[in-house]
T-cell receptor
C-alpha cells in the first residue's frame, strides 16, 4: 500500500523567509510518480510539479525548488523568499500512474505567510 | 481552454437522501477521478473512470457510485446520505496517456444535515 506523510500540519513564516515543506512516502512500486499540489481557499488543487522515481534531479522553478531523495523516500518542497500569496495548503501526493489519475495524498501542510 | 467544471458548487441534503454531483473534464481528457476531502480523513481517492468504464476504485462503501458518459463527463452518486458524507468532493481530469498531470475542479461542498 502507498502512503504519504507530511508531518508539518501548520507552518507560519514572515514574508521573505525561506520555508521547506517536508514529504515522506512509502511504496512497494519500483516506478512511481510524486506530485505537489497547492490548494488556495477557493478549493481547487493547483498542480506544481511531478517527479518520476527514476529521475532524482532536483528542480528549481522561480522561487520554488524540490529536493527528491530516493534513499530517504523524501520529496521536499522549498519556497524561497516567501510571499503572502504563497499562503495555502500544500499537498504532496504519490501515484503509480504517470498521469496522476489515482493519487494518494499526504495530510497537507497549511502555510501562512505573514506580511 | 476551459478548466474542470463541477456542479453544483454547494449542496445541502438531509440524512437518508441521495445526491448526484457532476463533473465536466477539460476537453480531450478521457480520465476522470473523484476525491473526497474531509478535515478528519484528508483527501481520499474514490474512483476513476476512463472511456466510460470504472478503472480504479478506492476504499469506500457501495453507497458511493459513479459513471462516465461518452463525452467524458462524469457523475458521482451517493445514496442514503450520512452525516459523515459531508465533505468537499473534488473531480480531476487527465489525458490518461503519457506524462501529464491531473487538473482539479473547484469542488462541490456537500453538507448533510
Amino acid at each position: 500500500a502507498q502512503k504519504v506523510t507530511q508531518a508539518q500540519t501548520e507552518i507560519s513564516v514572515v514574508e521573505k523567509e525561506d520555508v521547506t515543506l517536508d514529504c515522506v512516502y512509502e511504496t512497494r512500486d519500483t516506478t512511481y510518480y510524486l506530485f505537489w499540489y497547492k490548494q488556495p481557499p477557493s478549493g481547487e488543487l493547483v498542480f506544481l510539479i511531478r517527479r518520476n522515481s527514476f529521475d532524482e534531479q532536483n528542480e528549481i522553478s522561480g522561487r520554488y525548488s524540490w529536493n527528491f531523495q530516493k534513499s530517504t523516500s523524501s520529496f521536499n518542497f522549498t519556497i524561497t523568499a516567501s510571499q503572502v500569496v504563497d499562503s495555502a495548503v500544500y499537498f504532496c501526493a504519490l501515484s503509480e500512474d504517470p498521469s496522476g489519475s489515482r493519487l494518494t495524498f499526504g495530510e497537507g501542510t497549511q502555510l501562512t505567510v505573514n506580511p | 481552454k476551459a478548466g474542470v467544471t463541477q456542479t453544483p458548487r454547494y449542496l445541502i441534503k438531509t440524512r437518508g437522501q441521495q445526491v448526484t454531483l457532476s463533473c465536466s473534464p477539460i476537453s480531450g481528457h478521457r480520465s476522470v477521478s473523484w476525491y473526497q476531502q474531509t478535515p478528519g480523513q484528508g483527501l481520499q481517492f474514490l474512483f476513476e473512470y476512463f472511456s466510460e468504464t470504472q478503472r480504479n476504485k478506492g476504499n469506500f462503501p457501495g453507497r458511493f457510485s459513479g459513471r462516465q458518459f461518452s463525452n467524458s463527463r462524469s457523475e458521482m452518486n451517493v445514496s442514503t446520505l450520512e452525516l459523515g458524507d459531508s465533505a468537499l468532493y473534488l473531480c480531476a481530469s487527465s489525458l490518461a496517456e503519457g506524462y501529464t498531470e491531473a487538473f482539479f475542479g473547484q469542488g462541490t461542498r456537500l453538507t448533510v444535515v
